[in-house]
T-cell receptor, first 113, second 112 residues
């Protein structure tokens, strides 16, 4: 069974703090993704990575950065958290070409106060 | 820019009835995905549709894809309460980066 885990289910941070959200997958997948989910807006792609140290911006990268130093781990960084970054964050991974499915982690609900 | 439109966004059904959720998208794509999300949970993959005319069925759910019309449908047959959830369609962009663009989701409530 593919497993995608995220470091926290719930997180509360203060405005201006630096926030790290971690995602780990155990299936040697090349591709990893970070989405945010907001009511009425669906899921929107923040960043994705198709290999170690490789990253590409998604649709809403402003205010975020990412890091992928090892294949199994993809980190989302909020350099200076703001209240409009309060959201549910979902990580996903996917193999290169063998399978078409994206596997999602359980999500991190981040509240910035 | 790829746009994905789902409708309806809210659907309240009675048990035993049939209904269809529609997913339209704006640019050519050959891959379309349907996901289910229960409250407070992550996304669960339901169907992956890979080519024009693809039809897949699992239990009371059937998904189809018409790439010429840029339309996918998720048909619910004889709904039961356990199908209550939010359903998302997602379309894969061209190229090899596997980027998905999601619709806003359809909140389905099945009432006894």
């Amino acid at each position: 069974d593919v497993k995608v885990t995220q470091s926290s289910r719930y997180l509360v941070k203060r405005t201006g703090e630096k926030v790290f959200l971690e995602c780990v997958q155990d299936m040697d997948h090349e591709n990893m993704f970070w989405y945010r989910q907001d009511p009425g807006l669906g899921l929107r792609l923040i960043y994705f990575s198709y290999d170690v140290k490789m990253k590409e911006k998604g649709d809403i990268p402003e205010g975020y950065s990412v890091s992928r130093e090892k294949k199994e781990r993809f980190s989302l960084i909020l350099e200076s958290a703001s209240t409009n970054q309060t959201s549910m964050y979902l990580c996903a991974s996917r193999p290169g070409t063998v399978s078409y499915e994206q596997y999602f982690g359980p999500g991190t609900r981040l509240t910035v106060t | 820019e790829l746009k994905v439109e789902q409708n309806p966004l809210f659907l309240s059904m009675q048990e035993g009835k049939n209904y269809t959720i529609y997913c339209n998208y704006s640019t050519t794509s050959d891959r379309l995905y349907w996901y289910r999300q229960d409250p407070g949970k992550s996304l669960e993959s339901l169907f992956v549709l890979l080519s024009n005319g693809a039809v897949k069925q699992e239990g009371r759910l059937m998904a189809s894809l018409d790439t010429k019309a840029r339309l996918s449908t998720l048909h619910i047959t004889a709904a039961v309460h356990d199908l209550s959830a939010t359903y998302f369609c997602a379309v894969e962009s061209g190229g090899s980066n596997y980027k998905l663009t999601f619709g806003k989701g359809t909140l389905l409530t099945v009432n006894p």
